[in-house]
């Protein structure tokens, strides 16, 4: 069958001319390792709060960025961008109010012992450098990453993240652990990732390898969504602690308001991180990222090296950072995070008593797995099925992905500007794509 850039035949004739084309250019210039979303790839030109607007007008609602965050393209942002960029913009090496004042600002969401932040481009970027900090710190290099981990993709951090392709050879230092699936685990899974934790710091050691960190995403994103319940990775990092990890909690996902219930992730499991990285909605788009740290354990860091990042904190990735906050707090977007996304997991809860092939719907503010199986009993994962949904939603206008190893959890991940209705308009979607497969 012949192929457009992964698509099928079927799917290259409902391509338009401009489509192709641009398929085409892309493979020819950006090469061979991009993916494009979607059997009909997006031809996004547009964007504004809660829509995408593709190249014909027609709108899609965006239940799955996480970057902008507070919607695309908030006049906020942008204004304070535009400012910005009109007056200065350099880096780190001289004195300037701006990342002082966002840094403090920023810092101040943070539980106490949380003190300093260094600032960095990426996530990827902010990962590398929160292990290099306790590696030196702990003068170990051992780490510990969940089995279908996602942290970046630098050279030491894309070795830590085995979902990006069963080519990557994890690093004689590395262990990996489950993640706590209760769908799958039940009630016990917590104590089960615990167990893991300990047994993997075990044998690092019986190996002859000091472990440095155990490095989490607190909603195990790319392990599949595992949500709660709250507290259930406590015990975990209570181990990893007292054998003398640090626990670097990679909050690029679940950070800035997208659990609902706290600003970052880890604070619904009651722990407190020695590390914490950040990224993707920190600028709203404008490549902002960053590591949160105790002070203690930055100083050693600090004292043998120095630390400059060309972009990293430069004032107009301040400015926009600065703004994400001011407009999550002036637009309550954490208490309608808790709100909307409470009332989405109703309703894809209400769905699940006409669709059976919904197995198990959770999540935390706007971040929710709902995983599809083809078998309640067996729970067999119903790959095909969430593929199949995924398109059916993007030709309703409604845009999400999939997640976990066999892609069989959609990942709807709401701006957290959405409202009521654009939750309904989801899962009325929702509703239908599944409705279609029946
Ligand atoms: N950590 C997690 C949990 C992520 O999901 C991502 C990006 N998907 C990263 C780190 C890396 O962030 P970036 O793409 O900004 O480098």
């Not at 085995?162 to 009630?187: E, F, K, N, T």
């Not at 892609?407 to 509703?431: G, M, V, W, Y």
Request: glycine share 10%.
């Amino acid at each position: 069958m012949t192929m457009i850039n992964g698509f099928s035949a079927a799917d290259a004739e409902r391509l338009s001319e401009k489509e192709r084309s641009l398929i085409a250019r892309r493979e020819r210039l950006l090469g061979p390792a991009y993916r494009l979303f979607y059997e009909r790839p997006l031809h996004a030109v547009r964007g504004e709060g809660v829509w995408l607007y593709d190249a014909q007008g027609r709108r899609y609602l965006d239940a799955y960025n996480n970057v902008a965050s507070i919607g695309h393209c908030h006049p906020r942002v942008v204004q304070a961008i535009a400012s910005q960029a009109a007056v200065l913009n350099t880096h780190t090496r001289y004195l300037q109010e701006g990342i002082l004042d966002y840094a403090e600002q920023l810092l101040a969401t943070f539980p106490a012992g949380l003190e300093q932040v260094m600032f960095t481009c990426t996530g990827s970027e902010a990962n590398d450098l929160a292990l290099r900090i306790a590696r030196h710190y702990t003068g170990g290099t051992g780490v510990i990453i969940t089995r279908f981990a996602y942290h970046g993709v630098t050279g030491d951090i894309s070795a830590l993240s085995p979902s990006l392709g069963a080519s990557i050879q994890l690093p004689g230092h590395a262990r990996c652990v489950h993640a706590p699936d209760v769908y799958r685990l039940g009630p016990e899974a917590g104590k089960l990732f615990a167990e893991d934790v300990r047994a993997a710091i075990a044998d690092l050691r019986a190996h002859g390898i000091k472990p440095a960190a155990l490095l989490i995403d607190g909603i195990f994103a790319s392990d599949g969504i595992f949500a709660g319940p709250e507290g259930c990775i406590a015990e975990a990092v209570a181990i990893a602690q007292s054998e003398g990890l640090l626990y670097i909690a990679d909050e690029v996902q679940c950070g800035f308001a997208r659990t609902g219930s706290h600003m970052w992730g880890f604070q619904r499991h009651g722990v407190q991180p020695d590390l914490v990285s950040l990224g993707k909605p920190m600028g709203n788009g404008q490549p902002i990222a960053g590591v949160v740290a105790r002070p203690e354990v930055l100083e050693p860091f600090g004292r043998s090296m120095r630390y400059f990042n060309t972009f990293g904190g430069n004032p107009v990735s301040c400015a926009a950072g600065q703004a994400v906050l001011d407009v999550i707090r002036d637009e309550g977007l954490q208490q309608r995070s808790a709100q909307i996304g409470d009332y989405l997991l109703a309703g894809i809860r209400q769905l699940s008593q006409r669709h059976d092939l919904i197995g198990d719907v959770r999540g935390a503010g706007m971040f929710i797995g709902v995983e599809l199986v083809s078998d309640r009993a067996s729970k067999a994962p119903a790959a095909e099925q969430a593929k199949r949904v995924v398109n059916g939603m993007r030709e309703r206008g409604v845009l999400i992905s999939a997640a976990g190893p066999l892609e069989n959890i959609l990942k709807i991940r709401p701006l957290l500007a959405f409202e009521q209705s654009h939750a309904d308009l989801l899962i009325t979607a929702l509703d239908e794509a599944l409705q279609a497969l029946a």
